[in-house]
């Protein structure tokens, strides 16, 4: 008797394991009879459908079935009695299963056929998907969302393999190169650059294979590339590489910049334009101060004679001949003595030091001082910054301002002239460089004022708008406006008729020109 108890006993052991085995395991387990019945439900079954194991015993399995296989699955059942070909039974596939509260959630299904002594029973394994799948249309999102920011990038993206083959390339990298994309995928790279590099690209990539010396990727440079229809083209490449699961890939960001080294090469014309342009005012400043002023002051000097030896012997017409010669004579020497101050901007510019504006400014009034009494000028003047610049344009600059403000004085009104400084960051200013301080010098007077529509004509040489009523030749606003672009600034004012005019003097407060020969102008 103790034979079959003991094998009863060991019997009843595995049972309990295998017991605890289904009601432990994360998978669901159900087990149905040859009508669909539910005879088992796990833990993890019961949990997966939303029931309690008592509410589905003994249900038929289309239960936990949406629509159409609830309809179908009795029908299916059926046909396997009869035909013994089961469309699921031992091969397993994605199917949908309905909770208790209605939602449809995907699983992973494979059923095994267990036939007993006295009956036939099915198990279903059910693993539940629905984190993988909300993974899986996450994913799909995200790289349909990096897919379409590829397709529509501006810049062109192309892929190669660790061969140079390409294996992607976006729109706008295939209209850059002249091709449509099927042209250009499974071609080797190099069909897309000029000689040298054309040659030599297969041996960079064995070089960089061997080495893992990098001339390129992560770095990036400019380079040149090679259209369909045989052109060359400049473009600035940049080069990541990527690691994949088992295999390299090297993506490519293809940045046109023809319009910028078109634009460069403008601008180096302008330049050497420039240049030459300095070059023909250095001399004509030298034909001014040299080969113009010899004969005039033969004028002058002739004029002089025979206005003290002659003078009496002329007739009243030839006495105002003679005054109006000797005065033209000194209207041109004027206008001759202000173009070389105008070139001399320039042409003899002395390096920049640290200037205290409010001292230049004290060393002008102190210069304008009987202009300044014999006008009744009252001057308000508030702190002036310290800058890098050349003192004697500085001088010039306030000079010429305050000379201006109490020369276009109203007829019946004391000047009154008000000068003060603001600090700012450097914005859209004539040749600036951004991040740089600037300061603004504002001049604004009392006087008679403009119209602002001529605003930009009051800073040419030799425009005047007031014609002969005021003494000089109308270059002083134009030497101020160009002592200022040096400077690193510009000048502009505003106006309204015989309000007064506010004059608005822009200076870097650091030397500019660094900034210039840095970037080869």
């Given amino acids: 008797m103790e034979e079959p108890l003991d094998k009863f006993e060991q019997s009843l052991e595995q049972s309990t394991r295998l017991k605890a085995i289904i009601d432990t395991a994360i998978d669901g387990i159900i087990t149905i009879d040859s009508k669909g019945i539910i005879e088992t439900v796990n833990p993890a079954a019961a949990r997966i459908f939303g029931y309690q194991p008592e509410e589905i015993i003994g249900k038929n399995i289309k239960v936990l079935m949406p629509e159409p296989d609830r309809g179908l699955h009795d029908r299916y059942i059926k046909n396997y009695h009869r035909t013994g070909v089961g469309q699921i039974i031992g091969k397993g596939r994605e199917v949908l299963g309905k909770k208790k509260d209605g939602t449809v959630f995907p699983f992973l299904l494979s059923i095994s056929e267990v036939k007993l002594q006295d009956k036939q029973i099915f198990t279903g394994i059910v693993h539940d998907i629905t984190e993988l799948k909300e993974a899986e249309k ?3 999102v995200s790289e ?5 920011i590829i397709q529509a990038a501006v810049d062109g993206i192309i892929t190669i393999n660790t061969r140079g083959i390409i294996e992607m390339v976006n729109p706008a990298a295939a209209k850059l190169f002249g091709y449509e994309g099927h042209e250009l995928i499974g071609k080797s790279i190099n069909l897309l650059m000029p000689e040298p590099d054309k040659s030599r690209h297969d041996g960079y990539m064995h070089h960089y294979h061997a080495t893992g010396e990098k001339r390129i990727i992560g770095i990036g440079r400019e380079v040149t590339g090679l259209r369909k229809d ?3 083209f400049p473009f600035y ?3 990541s590489e990527v690691q994949l699961a088992g295999r390299k890939v090297y ?3 293809v940045h046109d910049i023809t319009k910028q080294k078109l634009s460069e090469e403008r601008l180096r014309r302008y330049a050497a334009e420039l240049e030459r342009s300095n070059r023909e005012l250095q001399d004509f400043a030298y034909v001014s101060s040299h ?5 005039l002051r033969k004028i002058q000097a002739f004029g002089d004679r025979l206005k003290t030896k002659e003078y009496d012997n002329l007739s009243e017409q030839g006495k105002d001949y003679v005054d109006r010669m000797l005065n ?3 209207r041109m020497q004027n206008l001759i003595n202000d173009l070389l101050d105008f070139s001399r901007v320039t042409t003899k510019s002395k390096p920049f030091v640290e200037v205290n504006l409010d001292n230049i400014l004290t060393g002008v009034i102190s210069d304008l001082e009987v202009t300044i009494e014999k006008t009744g000028t009252r001057i308000i003047r508030s702190p002036l910054p310290v800058i890098e610049a050349e003192p004697t344009q500085m001088r010039q600059l306030f000079q010429n301002m305050l000379s201006n403000a109490i020369k276009f004085r109203k007829e019946n ?3 009154v002239i008000n000068i003060y400084a603001k600090n700012l960051q450097r914005q859209a200013h004539l040749t600036a460089t951004p991040g740089d301080e600037l300061t603004e010098i504002y001049v604004e007077d009392n006087g008679i004022g403009f119209d602002e529509k001529y605003l930009d004509r009051i800073f040419n040489i030799f425009q005047r708008l007031e014609g002969q009523k005021y003494e000089g030749s109308g270059i002083g606003l134009a030497i101020c406006r160009k002592i200022a672009i040096r400077h690193g600034g510009n000048v502009t004012a505003q106006s309204q008729p015989g309000i007064g005019t506010r004059f608005i003097i822009t200076l870097a407060l650091k030397h500019p020109e660094e900034t210039h020969e840095s970037n080869g102008y």
Avoid at 144 to 148: G, L, V
Avoid at 291 to 295: F, K, M, N, S, Y
């Fill in 237 to 239: 490449l940049s080069i």
């Fill in 291 to 295: 080969d113009l002023q010899e004969p």
């Fill in 413 to 415: 009104e004391s000047p």
């Fill in 138 to 140: 996450a994913l799909r």
């Fill in 328 to 330: 033209a004579a000194s």
């Fill in 144 to 148: 349909n969302k990096i897919n379409s």
């Fill in 230 to 232: 045989g052109s060359i």
């Fill in 251 to 253: 993506t490519g960001f």
